[in-house]
T-cell receptor, first 114, second 113 residues
Framework: DTEVTQTPKHLVMGMTNKKSLKCEQH?????MYWYKQKAKKPPELMFV???????INESVPSRFSPECPNSSLLNLHLHALQPEDSALYLC?????????????FGPGTRLTVT | GQQVMQIPQYQHVQEGEDFTTYCNSS?????IQWYKQRPGGHPVFLIQ?????EVKKQKRLTFQFGEAKKNSSLHITATQTTDVGTYFC?????????????FGQGTTLQVKP
């Protein structure tokens, strides 16, 4: 099973809402990633978790809060977002983060902030 | 900072024509990866090249890694409508021991039937 699942597929939220994005993989991967992708742009790395510990935060605003409850799950908690945060949010996983392994991406959550 | 540049940004071809996208890194890479993203989809891993001068083929797709490990190319022979999408190259950041990838800007391929 080489699938990464993400929920929800679409999310519309107001600037005062709190919501969470969820990601799951059952490949035994020990590295998980959150990316943000704007239209016609490459994925932009936000966070890396390695062995359930946050290893990279790409200076992401605190209104985005990641969480890795266990080796299969990754959440992204959203609070007080801005309209410019509207984008496709992709989760990915790889075997480990200490080497350059291929990354498996989920289908993404398309987020609209109103 | 480390950069990966990719050209062209867009390419429109007639079905059956060939297509090539080029990727250049500002630094020597330990490896390079290629991903394809269909319209409305998510990036899907295609291949990883590791060795200097390496050439790998997947059916009509040919991937090359330059001798200096700073450039790479993806060539598609006789394009089909199923090849439509954006192709990204990506190299590891720094020594590659963090999992972080530096993506090129992507080349979007349109194929006219």
């Amino acid at each position: 099973d080489t699938e990464v699942t993400q929920t929800p597929k679409h999310l519309v939220m107001g600037m005062t809402n709190k919501k969470s994005l969820k990601c799951e993989q059952h490949m035994g991967h020990r590295a998980m990633y959150w990316y943000k992708q704007k239209a016609k742009k490459p994925p932009e790395l936000m966070f890396v978790y390695s062995y359930e510990k946050l290893s990279i935060n790409e200076s992401v605003p605190s209104r985005f809060s990641p969480e890795c409850p266990n080796s299969s799950l990754l959440n992204l908690h959203l609070h007080a977002l801005q309209p410019e945060d509207s984008a496709l949010y992709l989760c990915a996983s790889s075997q480990r983060a200490d080497r350059s392994y291929e990354q498996y991406f989920g289908p993404g959550t398309r987020l609209t902030v109103t | 900072g480390q950069q990966v540049m990719q050209i062209p940004q867009y390419q429109h071809v007639q079905e059956g024509e060939d297509f090539t996208t080029y990727c250049n890194s500002s630094t020597t890479l330990s490896n390079i990866q290629w991903y394809k993203q269909r319209p409305g989809g998510h990036p899907v891993f295609l291949i990883q090249l590791v060795k200097s001068g390496e050439v790998k083929k997947q059916k009509r797709l040919t991937f090359q890694f330059g001798e200096a490990k700073k450039n790479s190319s993806l060539h598609i022979t006789a394009t089909q409508t199923t090849d439509v999408g954006t192709y990204f190259c990506a190299g590891p950041n720094g020594s590659g021991n963090t999992g972080k990838l530096i993506f090129g800007q992507g080349t979007t391929l349109q194929v006219k039937p």
